[in-house]
Every structure is written in structure tokens, then in C-alpha cells.
């Protein structure tokens, strides 16, 4: 899987969005974006993935540069509660997929009253 | 709650004991994983199963450690003869093939 780059830190003001940037130069064709996030002493929970495209949901939009080097993670309006570490992972996805998840050291995001 | 549950959510141990650890996966869910974390650090992958079938291991899991999942559904990890080093958080996450992992709250050992 292809090595990802994250700052190690975020602040963010609560109301406003909040955009986690990821570096993903090696990245291969078949290869998606995950993202997950932890908050403290919680388990990872699962945010959104993409190929190429960008993707949205109910949590978060994800932004994918043409040359998928680089990514962007949206939270239109953050709360407190999206106070976490955020984990951005490359990985191949489907029937040939691999099994793990190699989750690097993240960003940890502070949203601020 | 993701559906994952784990058991128990804390541990602490001596020295030398063996610990055994079960994770229930959502229940329509095939693929069950194992993580280990340290602080400050993000998940590292232990091993998982695709059934009852353990397909693959991590480095990390030294021959102390044994993971089962005899019937497809529940697993669990045990730990032998334990070690300070072994104090860690170990996660547990379950997925349909082809899909995302979701993650149970944890279980926190402590080796004292």
C-alpha cells in the first residue's frame, strides 16, 4: 500500500469547515483513499473512501486531485464531537484486495468553541 | 456502537499470566481482524480470519500469541505468558468482503 503524509496537528473553529489535507504520491491505480477517524479511547470509525472521483456523505466530502496525489478531507461544519485523530490510508479495494489497514501516525484535529 | 463488540474493555495482568480476549463482529460480517495500539501511535494489523480460516499474520504476532475463530463468528486472542511490552489496546474489526472495516471499542491491557 502507498505511504501517506499528514500534518500532525489541526485547529479548527466549531461552525466551520475543516480540511484535512493528505499526501498520497505513490499512490497506484488501483489503489483508493480511505479515511477514518478515532477519538480518544474509541475504536477507528470508518468516514468515506474514493478512486478518483469525488465522493460525499453524510459525514464528510472527499476531494481527490486529478493526478490522486494529494487529497482533501471536508467537514462542512465541525463540532466539538469531530475532535479526533484522523487517519488517511491507501489501500486496494475488492476481491484482490488486501487485508489490512496500515494506518500511519494521522491528524490529530482540535475543534475549538 | 459499530456493532462490534469486545471483551473485556479493560484488563490489567502480571507478569507471565495468559489473557484470552473475544470480539463479536456484526453478525452477516465474514472477515474479522485484530490491531494492536500503543500510545501515541496509530493501529498496527496483527491478523485476520475470512470465516473460520486465519489467512494471514503480522510479524508482530509472536509465536506467544494464538487467534481462533472456530465457527465463523466470534474470535478471540490470547495472549501467553505476557510482558510489559504487551500492555497495548488491541481492536478488533469485521467487514463483508470487499467492504470497510468497522472497529469495536477495544480492549485495554496493562501488564504490571
Known amino acids: 500500500d502507498a505511504k501517506t503524509t499528514q500534518p500532525p496537528s489541526m485547529d479548527c473553529a466549531e461552525g466551520r469547515a475543516a480540511n484535512l489535507p493528505c499526501n498520497h504520491s505513490?499512490?497506484?491505480?488501483?489503489?483508493?483513499v480511505y479515511w477514518y477517524r478515532q477519538i480518544h479511547s474509541q475504536g477507528p470509525q470508518y468516514i468515506i473512501h474514493g478512486l478518483k472521483n469525488n465522493e460525499t456523505n453524510e459525514m464528510a466530502s472527499l476531494i481527490i486531485t486529478e493526478d490522486r496525489k494529494s487529497s482533501t478531507l471536508i467537514l462542512p461544519h465541525a463540532t466539538l464531537r469531530d475532535t479526533a485523530v484522523y487517519y488517511c490510508?491507501?489501500?486496494?479495494?475488492?476481491?484482490?484486495?488486501?487485508?489490512?489497514?496500515?494506518f500511519g501516525e494521522g491528524t490529530q484535529l482540535t475543534v475549538n468553541p | 456502537d459499530t456493532g462490534v463488540s469486545q471483551d473485556p474493555r479493560h484488563k490489567i495482568t502480571k507478569r507471565g499470566q495468559n489473557v484470552t480476549f473475544r470480539c463479536d463482529p456484526i453478525s452477516e460480517h465474514n472477515r474479522l481482524y485484530w490491531y494492536r495500539q500503543t500510545l501515541g501511535q496509530g493501529p498496527e494489523f496483527l491478523t485476520y480470519f475470512q470465516n473460520e480460516a486465519q489467512l494471514e499474520k503480522s510479524r508482530l504476532l509472536s509465536d506467544r500469541f494464538s487467534a481462533e475463530r472456530p465457527k465463523g463468528s466470534f474470535s478471540t486472542l490470547e495472549i501467553q505468558r505476557t510482558e510489559q511490552g504487551d500492555s497495548a489496546m488491541y481492536l478488533c474489526?469485521?467487514?463483508?468482503?470487499?467492504?470497510?472495516?468497522?472497529f469495536g471499542p477495544g480492549t485495554r491491557l496493562t501488564v504490571t
Open positions: 474489526a469485521s467487514s463483508l468482503s470487499f467492504g470497510e472495516q468497522y
Open positions: 505513490t499512490i497506484s491505480g488501483n489503489e483508493y
Open positions: 490510508i491507501v489501500r486496494v479495494s475488492g476481491e484482490t484486495s488486501g487485508s489490512r489497514l496500515t
